[in-house]
């Protein structure tokens, strides 16, 4: 991998690609609905950073979405890193399609074998621009939560969701099939990775750091990537921050 603009003494520049949670969207037990983060954990790294950092991800965006917008902002002006976070929305289903008719065939939003020629052609065309591409892997969900989330409480769509999931472990797992492609793409492509899972999963209960719908990290959960970030950050690339230190503020 070629890391040509990211060298010493060059200006660093950066985009973040992908969808809510790179947005910063967490939900808020108050007002009962999703915010904007002000302390998310792309906010927190713009100031650790040297250069700019633009924020292109979007509430909803699947891979597909997200990556047309990325060539549009590549053709204004080529960044020396992309920091690539999909796979949340791509392997979700619609969930209401699935609460009114479960024995019908359902597709997640992107095809599996999709995602992963999509993420495999994003990741070399990054590459033949002489950007460095970076890779995120997917925040574990909970599952009992999502479950109660997507069914709405509602007892009907709870049993007919059920009836298509067979299990509600099965969210997790195909969550994780997903995070599979993307450290797959990681390995075929030699490209560097992100481990924001693992980051979770170091936890013995990752559940505290997920909002109360399942999927969204909350405060806590950013403050968890913003630090698996700097981390990997200061190993590969000390010289991009400011004071090439990492303090885990509280």
Known sequence: MSDSRLQPGMDATYIVSGDSIS????YDETRSKYVILEDNYVSLLQDKLKGAVKNTARFGNTLMKGIGSLKKEILKGKPSMVLIEYGGNDCDFNWSEIASNPDAEHRPKTDFTLFEKMLTDTVNFLKSQSITPVLMSLPPLNADKYFKWVSQDNPEAERNIMKFLGSVTKIYWWQERYNSTILKVSELTKTKYIDVRGAFLAHPDFTQFICSDGIHPNQD???IIYDKVL???????GHLLKD???????
């Open 244 to 250: 090439n230190t990492i303090g885990c503020e509280v």
């Open 231 to 237: 981390e990997f950050v200061k190993a590969n690339y």
């Open 221 to 223: 959960g950013h403050r």
């Open 23 to 26: 947005k910063g969207v967490v």
